[in-house]
């Protein structure tokens, strides 16, 4: 999967959570759900129950950790999809 | 050494489905679990316990000046306490029909809160006003911002000052918590 492909739908599963729209339409590597989204926090928990089911992969508690911005979470999704 | 977070309930049932299949496995150990499906209403204890993490989250990161992190699942609740590795927090919470606060603390705090339910989310302008009255200055010499970890400060007369404050809004509600 290209890292376009990634990006496209990591954008598709955090648009039911994002309360900027704004932010969404300017959404960069460097976007952070909580700070530029407005996610709420109790979300991204949502958030990485769907990047589980729809990548098919399990994200421990370390990929959890990190992933508060768009460019983390695609390193933790790729490291991932490698190691599946 | 603060930490504040509220929860509104309405919203909380709106914005979040707790009982979805993993969902609370990724935030709560077993023992908190338990105590969820022990309570009279799991729900208000979901989010009670939810805010004890968060407020306690608070409290550790500017301890410890901690970049920001997800990991509520390294917060555990146990009675009123919320434990992380090896340094613990006290919590007090208050619960209403609409609403769940808690703050956390640690050592010998004298904070002050206070949460507002009238929807104008003006509890940033009230805690500058609180901030000016007790330090004696004009209003306008204070000023609120986020440190480059996201940690709320307070500034008065454009320096940087060791107040510790916590900040937290949900749908109607929100509070401040600021320790002087």
Known sequence: MTKEELLSKLKTIIEPYVQNQEGLQNMSEDTNFIEDLEINSANLVDVILDVEDEFGIEIDNDGMDKMLTVKASIEVIQDKLAAK | ?180
């Not at chain 2, 729900?43 to 990161?61: F, G, I, R, T």
């Not at chain 2, 917060?75 to 808690?102: L, M, W």
């Not at chain 2, 805690?127 to 000023?143: F, G, H, K």
């Not at chain 2, 400060?153 to 600021?178: Q, R």
């Open chain 2, 1 to 180: 050494m603060i930490g504040n977070d509220i929860v509104d309930l309405r919203l909380a049932s709106v914005q979040s489905n707790w009982r979805r299949k993993g969902w609370l496995q990724k935030i709560f150990a077993e023992s908190e679990q338990n105590r969820i499906w022990d309570a009279e209403d799991s729900n208000h204890m979901v989010w009670k316990l939810w805010s004890m993490k968060e407020a306690a989250y608070k409290a550790h990161q500017r301890l410890f000046s901690l970049s920001p992190k997800y990991n509520p699942y390294d917060f555990i609740c146990t009675d009123s306490n919320v434990t992380v590795h090896n340094y613990s927090y006290q919590t007090v919470s208050k619960q209403t029909e609409n609403y769940v606060y808690t703050i956390a603390y640690r050592d010998q705090t004298n904070f002050v809160s206070k949460v507002f339910t009238d929807k104008s989310l003006q509890y940033k302008n009230k805690l500058v006003y609180y901030i000016a009255n007790i330090m004696d200055v004009n209003l306008s010499a204070v000023t609120l911002q986020k440190d480059r970890n996201g940690i709320p400060c307070v500034k008065i007369h454009n320096k940087i000052t060791d107040i510790a404050i916590s900040l937290s809004s949900h749908g109607s509600f929100s509070a401040f918590t600021v320790d002087l």
